[in-house]
């Protein structure tokens, strides 16, 4: 009961921050405004390491893997504070992907923010990812992980962590105001899960000596190891 009643009052305030910033003036949004990046994957290509990081405000984000380029990204927003910010910085045998807004948004009137981003490349990936308040679909099935850094923000939050483990990939999620489920397959998985005052919930794995572990060992040649911290709303944690 008290842990429902502190996932409200943190929702409302979440929701209240999220409204304080950058009220646009009158006539400040209009019509649909489109855009598509691509990054080619020669370009990615040659690196020993990529970081990306994306920051995402609010709206819906959906992310996948399969991309034939290292970046094919469409862009719909309606606000000029949304317009997306692409950087991709080569230096030497490393290469950084930033995907930002230009501006805090704004959070009045009928705003509409959506964000559809695909990886590919083959290169191992080091991904960041700061949710926002909305609707989040983050499918990393097919992208190329290494690790993974993932705040769940306010919003809601479906992540399918489903890899098929040809190598160790890690991955730390820090638990938000929303709810979060996340998918993981049921062999190679090592995960510990704690912390917070809202709900995490295990399905699928076992409990052993303080850890979630797979229930079958399977034949994988590596391992998913997962970080789960805890905020405020509620996480589930499934394994496939």
Known sequence: MIRRAAWHIAAALGFVALAGCNVPPPGSLGE??????????????????????IHFAAGELSLAGGAKEFLEADFLYNAPALKPQVRFEETGFRRRLSISH??????????????QIRLGGGVPLDLVIRCGAGENQLDFREVPLRSLEMNLGVGEVKADLRLK???????????????????????????????????????????????????????????????????????????E
């Open 32 to 53: 649909d405004r489109r855009e598509s990046v691509v990054i080619e994957k020669a370009r990615a290509q040659g690196a020993e390491r990529i970081t990306a990081e």
């Open 102 to 115: 230009a501006n805090p948004p704004p959070a009045a009137g009928n705003v509409r923010n959506r964000w």
């Open 165 to 239: 483990l040809d190598h160790d990939v890690e991955a730390k999620i820090q638990g938000g105001i929303g709810r979060a489920e996340v998918l993981v397959p049921a062999e190679g998985v090592d995960a510990t899960a704690q912390g917070g005052i809202g709900n995490i919930h295990v399905i699928g794995l076992e409990r052993q000596d303080g850890r979630w572990k797979s229930a079958k060992s399977g034949g994988r040649a590596g391992r998913l190891k997962l970080d789960v911290q805890g905020g405020i709303g509620e996480i589930l944690i499934r394994a």
